[in-house]
């Protein structure tokens, strides 16, 4: 079948809410968003924690290292989510180019969490490189704008600002 394109009308109709483009109406509901998830990870008592993953405190507690993966401004992300995950973790964190990732054969280490950033969760390369990590036997988390995008869809838990339930597929 062959895919749909939506027409500029409808495109328009997706509500921008006044702002001339996607990227400025994002830019401007980033701090509400931020705030939003940070308080989704706050228990009572003020502990962090991770809600709505699929991953269990064993496994989170088995992880020996932590890749990033992504492309373009989400690299650019994952980039500052490497110092704050080494701090946070005390793990060695390391962000790549998901077009390296997918096209050359990368050591992935036991108990290794390879995070996937993506705005759309369509982009090939992230995709590709999702399968090249879930196939070496990495843990996956995908944190994406759009819930069920196939990012979301095809790793082992993912994370969406727009969708806060869970989102995973379990093997």
Same mark, same amino acid.
């Given at each position: ?11 328009? @109709? *997706? ?7 996607? %990227? =400025? ?5 980033? +701090?509400?968003? $931020? ?38 401004? @989400? *690299? ?7 110092? %704050? =995950? ?5 793990? +060695?964190?390391? $962000? ?76």
């Amino acid at each position: 079948m062959p895919l749909r394109r939506r027409t500029s009308s409808e495109n328009e @109709s *997706r509500t921008k809410d006044g702002y001339p483009h996607y %990227m =400025l109406k994002e830019i401007h509901e980033q +701090p509400q968003v $931020v705030r939003r998830l940070i308080a989704e990870g706050i228990d009572r008592s003020g502990r962090i924690f991770l809600p709505n993953l699929s991953f269990t405190a064993q496994e989170i507690r088995a992880f020996s290292r932590i890749t990033i993966a992504a492309s373009g401004s @989400s *690299r650019h992300a994952g980039m500052v989510g490497e110092f %704050m =995950l080494e701090r946070l973790t005390g793990l +060695p964190a390391h $962000v790549d180019f998901a077009s390296q990732y997918c096209y050359r054969d990368p050591v992935v280490a036991p108990q290794e969490l390879t995070i996937f950033l993506s705005q759309s969760g369509t982009t090939i390369d992230t995709l590709a490189a999702l399968q090249v990590a879930r196939r070496k036997g990495a843990k996956s988390l995908a944190i994406c704008n759009v819930a069920d995008a196939p990012l979301t869809q095809n790793a082992d838990a993912g994370k969406s600002p727009s969708q806060p339930r869970k989102v995973s597929r379990r093997n």
